[in-house]
C-alpha cells in the first residue's frame, strides 16, 4: 500500500465512449502525475501539477483530458480513444515537484480500447 | 530522444549470485537517481536512490554507484533471490521546479532457483 489509489483498476471502453480514471493520495503532497506505460517503452510522462496547478503536458493528445480539483485528487478524462491508447495508467505522487524525492505510485488502471 | 537508457531489456541470474542492472543518462542537469521495482498488474516501487553528490548508496542487499562522468549508474543486487524477478526502472530527475522523474524502459530480472 503506497498511499495512492487508482480506480478503476481495469476498464474497457468503445472508442465513442467517455470514461474517467481517478487518482487519490492520503500523503500530503503537492505534486501529482499521470504516467502511461505501454509494452516495451518507458513510462512516458503525460502530465504533471504542483499545487493543483498543471505544469507540464507533454505533448499529449486532446483526447486525454487532466483535472485536478485538489492536491488529493487527480482525473484523466477519456473521450474518442483509439485502440493504441490501451496501456497501463499510473497516477503518482510526490511531495514537491523537483528535488530529491522519490514518488509513490498507485497500482495502475489497465485501459483496454476496442 | 530518450534521456534515460537502459539497454538491456532483460536479464537472467541464478540465486545467490549478483543481478547488476545498468542505466545510462543524457541530461547533464540530472541530480537526483533512482531505482523502481515492478512487478505484473501493480504499479512501479520505489527501491533505492543516489543524489549526484554521492557515487555509492547501499541498502540492504541493493546498492547503486553513480559515475557522473560517464553519466552511467547500475543496481547491484547480492545475492539475488527468485522473488527479485520484476521490472526494474532507473528514473532520473533536476532540482527544478514543476519537473517529473524520468524513466527508462525497464530491465525485466528473471533470478532462478
Known amino acids: ?114 | 530522444d530518450q534521456q534515460v537508457k537502459q539497454n538491456s531489456p532483460s536479464l537472467s541470474v541464478q540465486e545467490g549470485r549478483i543481478s547488476i542492472l545498468n542505466c545510462d543518462y543524457t541530461n547533464s542537469m540530472f541530480d537526483y537517481f533512482l531505482w523502481y521495482k515492478k512487478y505484473p498488474a501493480e504499479g512501479p516501487t520505489f527501491l533505492i536512490s543516489i543524489s549526484s553528490i554521492k557515487d555509492k548508496n547501499e541498502d540492504g542487499r541493493f546498492t547503486v554507484f553513480l559515475n557522473k562522468s560517464a553519466k552511467h549508474l547500475s543496481l547491484h543486487i547480492v545475492p539475488s533471490q527468485p522473488g527479485d524477478s520484476a521490472v526494474y526502472f532507473c528514473a532520473a530527475s533536476t532540482n527544478q521546479a514543476g519537473t517529473a522523474l524520468i524513466f527508462g524502459k525497464g530491465t525485466t530480472l528473471s533470478v532462478s532457483s
Open chain 1, 1 to 114: 500500500e503506497t498511499g495512492v489509489t487508482q480506480t478503476p483498476r481495469h476498464l474497457v471502453m468503445g472508442m465513442t465512449n467517455k470514461k474517467s480514471l481517478k487518482c487519490e493520495q492520503h500523503l500530503g503532497h503537492n505534486a501529482m502525475y499521470w504516467y502511461k506505460q505501454s509494452a516495451k517503452k518507458p513510462l512516458e510522462l503525460m502530465f504533471v501539477y504542483n499545487f493543483k496547478e498543471q505544469t507540464e503536458n507533454n505533448s499529449v493528445p486532446s483526447r486525454f483530458s487532466p483535472e485536478c480539483p485538489n492536491s488529493s485528487h487527480l482525473f484523466l478524462h477519456l473521450h474518442t480513444l483509439q485502440p493504441e491508447d490501451s496501456a497501463l495508467y499510473l497516477c503518482a505522487s510526490r511531495p514537491r515537484t523537483g528535488g530529491n524525492t522519490e514518488a509513490f505510485f498507485g497500482q495502475g488502471t489497465r485501459l483496454t480500447v476496442v
